[in-house]
């Protein structure tokens, strides 16, 4: 082969090495692109409620979150990228999400927020501790991402697409409020067990384990 045959066969491999670089570059942001474009459908959302409330468009919102919220996760951790960052940022995007489902839900059916005042009240007092907590001994929000918040989080997408969607109030809405007052308790009991920040903590049995080995290590 002759140097200009070398040389050219030299720049493919560069160029097939720099498309796969690429590639394996935008691979590894697609599980921030997907919480980000989770927390972007919030706003989106608020719009559609004051303008546009379409039961079709509030499904195709939900059910983009919904999965993006999986394969945030899913893809975080196939590609070894969990950081506790991301993990915070996901925390912060469900939050954004579904404090927009919220709006829309008080702003369309005010009568089926005034049914369940007492319990969204527990519910809204017991985040609002769980934030000063979290803020007061750890200076960051938790991001604990307990079994009992992906409970909650399956509950919150079938009550906000039974109202936002179908238009139904039942007991599915009452459902998601009561399994949110029971993570976010449980919320609460991890942040005042842990000595220290941590991210992933399961249950508060986890947490109790962990505050034992680091006070018997």
Known sequence: MGTGGAVRQGRRRSRGETKIENGQI????LPILL????????????ILSLYVPLPQAFAVCLVTA????????????RLKIATANLRRLDSVADTLFYAGCVFAAW???????????????????????????????FRREASYHMWSSKVWGIALFAGFFGLLVM??????????????IVADIEGLIISLVLPRWQADMPTFVHAV?????EAHP
Do not use: W
């Open 66 to 77: 919904f999965l993006s919220d999986i394969f945030d996760g899913v893809l975080a951790r």
């Open 35 to 46: 919480t980000g474009l989770r927390a972007l459908l919030a706003p989106v959302v608020v």
């Open 26 to 29: 935008l691979l590894k942001k």
């Open 107 to 137: 702003h369309l059916y005010p009568a089926a927020i005034t049914a369940h005042m007492t319990s969204l009240a527990v519910l809204g007092a017991l985040e609002v501790m769980r934030y000063a907590i979290d803020f007061l001994k």
């Open 167 to 180: 238009g139904s109030s039942g007991a599915i809405v009452s459902c998601a409020i009561y399994l949110g």
């Open 209 to 213: 384990r962990a505050r034992r080995a």
